[in-house]
């Protein structure tokens, strides 16, 4: 049972968008940035967007997060078939003292 | 370029002891916060410990307190986890992450180690 809370999957068709949302609590996703990222079949994951809505310089713009409350969204726009990965959000539970992640959620491109 | 690469992962029998290192190169190591997180077979992402850029902070989770240790040699520019009284449930691939922002930067990891497979198993 994963502090954050992920749809176990989602889909859409190519050139399509598409949101995943994580939810959590005062304590980690209300009171901290929220983080996200994304792991390709057989590979490391990638982070895509830190503090709720900042992409590193590689990562298209086709990507992005939004925080609200104890919510926060990814967004990704032009869905390719190389978007078919894993994505994860995460953030620091401050009275966990810890990271916490998401269960992940499978993104099917159709 | 920026890289991180782990190694002393194996197979070890329950009870025993392992200890992981995270080789950094291409950034300021003595800078950035670094973290472990591993990765059972088949399932999510699992935040192991985060130790601070001088070393003089360390949280653990909750799973691994008491019986993993996260230090840091920046003479060497290399991350360790030292891991003892392994048990099967610490089987994953470990990785090595540095955090985005220099200094005490707790909510994100901009650059992963290609990990290392530990596997307990008698």
């Known amino acids: 049972q994963s502090v954050l809370t992920q749809p176990p999957s989602v889909s859409a068709a190519p050139g399509q968008k598409v949101t995943i949302s994580c939810s959590g609590s005062s304590s980690n996703i209300g009171s901290n940035y929220v983080s996200w990222y994304q792991q390709l079949p057989g590979t490391g994951p990638k982070l895509l967007i830190y503090d709720n809505n900042k992409r590193p310089s590689e990562i298209p713009d086709r990507f992005s997060g939004s925080k609200s409350g104890t919510s926060a969204t990814l967004g990704i726009t032009g869905l390719q078939t190389g978007d078919e990965a894993d994505y994860y959000c995460g953030t620091w539970d401050s009275s966990l003292s810890a990271v916490v992640f998401g269960g992940g959620t499978k993104l099917t491109v159709l | 370029q920026v890289q991180l690469v782990e190694s002393g992962g194996g197979v070890v029998q329950p009870g025993r002891s392992l200890r992981l290192s995270c080789a950094a190169s291409?950034?300021?190591?003595?800078?950035?916060?670094m973290h472990w997180v591993r990765q059972a077979p088949g399932k999510g992402l699992e935040w192991v410990a985060v130790?601070?850029?001088?070393?003089?902070?360390?949280y653990y989770a909750d799973s691994v307190k008491g019986r993993f240790t996260i230090s840091r040699d920046t003479s060497k520019n290399t991350l360790y986890l030292q891991m003892n009284s392994l048990r099967a449930e610490d089987t994953a691939v470990y990785y090595c992450?540095?955090?985005?922002?220099?200094?005490?930067?707790?909510?994100?990891?901009?650059?992963w180690g290609q990990g290392t497979i530990v596997t307990v198993s008698s």
């Open positions: 291409g950034f300021t190591f003595s800078s950035y916060g």
């Open positions: 992450a540095k955090a985005p922002v220099s200094g005490w930067y707790l909510y994100a990891f901009d650059i």
């Open positions: 130790i601070s850029y001088d070393g003089s902070n360390n």
